[in-house]
């Protein structure tokens, strides 16, 4: 049976999508599912997520660029389930101006996956915060997406972008859909936050997922490590939070 693939995209920057691809994926593998993490965003956050285990000459680069490379996956977990990790680097930004120039340049991604799709139940793909043609790539190869969003107005911007991006990308991929909305780095105690958030339910209905990440030093703490937040120590408020989205997750596909 092929993965559920599943695209963590947002055009806007800084709204909790590598936060979200790492340890939603890891919360996935705890509880038994076998996860492959894919770094598509040039500044390679998601990879530093999983610290010095990933040596720092693979990438996912060359196999988008020659589909004769293989997909370039190393293990970072295996546990209750597994996790994998196709790693980016710096190069990935010269890869996505060489990509204008290759023939099926919108299918690299969904290519290189679907030959390894049968080996996981979920792959995740980490995004850039733009529509260029790396997320381009990654929404093409996805059947879903997941949006994290700040509840701050300017971010609401940044939502409606993103739903024409997905519509342009229905006309190579009809099966795309959203999976949910996320609220990220929410605080409950700003009316602002409250409003937009009540806003979301009532226009995006359910595509709101009822759990909701707040602000919470951990989820910085662990980026600046290198580590999940499986990792660290008095982590378990946030570790819960993001288990309590994978069963999300789990529920709405």
């Known amino acids: 049976m092929s993965a559920r693939i599943i695209s963590v995209a947002n055009q806007k920057g800084g709204v909790g999508k ?5 340890n939603l994926g890891v919360s996935l593998q705890t509880l038994g599912h076998r996860v492959l993490v894919v770094d598509m965003d040039p500044q390679g956050n998601l990879s530093s997520s999983f610290g010095p285990l990933i040596p720092g000459d693979i990438s996912i680069a060359d196999a988008i660029l020659d589909r ?3 997909l370039p996956a190393v293990t970072v977990y295996n546990k209750s389930g597994r ?16 990509l204008m120039n290759k023939l099926g340049r919108e299918f690299r991604l969904r290519d290189q996956l679907a030959t390894v799709s049968d080996q996981y139940d979920f792959i995740l793909i980490d995004t850039p915060p733009s529509l260029g043609l790396l997320t381009i790539n990654s929404l ?9 969003t700040e509840a701050r107005f300017f971010s609401l911007q940044g939502l409606q972008m993103l739903q024409e991006s997905i519509d342009e990308i229905l006309y190579i991929n009809p099966n795309l859909r959203i999976l949910g909305i996320l609220l990220s780095k929410f605080d ?8 937009v958030a009540a806003y979301l339910r009532e226009n995006w209905g359910d595509l709101l997922f009822d759990t909701s990440v707040g602000t919470n030093s951990k989820i910085l703490e662990a980026a600046s490590a290198g580590v999940p937040l499986v990792e660290l120590s008095n982590a378990q408020r ?8 994978a069963q999300e997750v789990l529920a709405r596909v």
Request: cysteine-free; glycine content about 0%; proline content about 4%.
């Open 140 to 148: 093409v190869a996805a059947q879903l997406v997941l949006v994290p």
């Open 83 to 98: 996790l994998d990790l196709v790693p980016a680097s710096i190069s990935l930004a010269t890869a996505e101006a060489a």
């Open 188 to 195: 409950r105690r700003l009316r602002e936050e409250q409003t």
């Open 238 to 245: 946030a570790v819960e939070t993001y288990r309590a989205l």
């Open 68 to 70: 004769k490379v293989a």
């Open 18 to 22: 590598t936060a979200t691809t790492t």
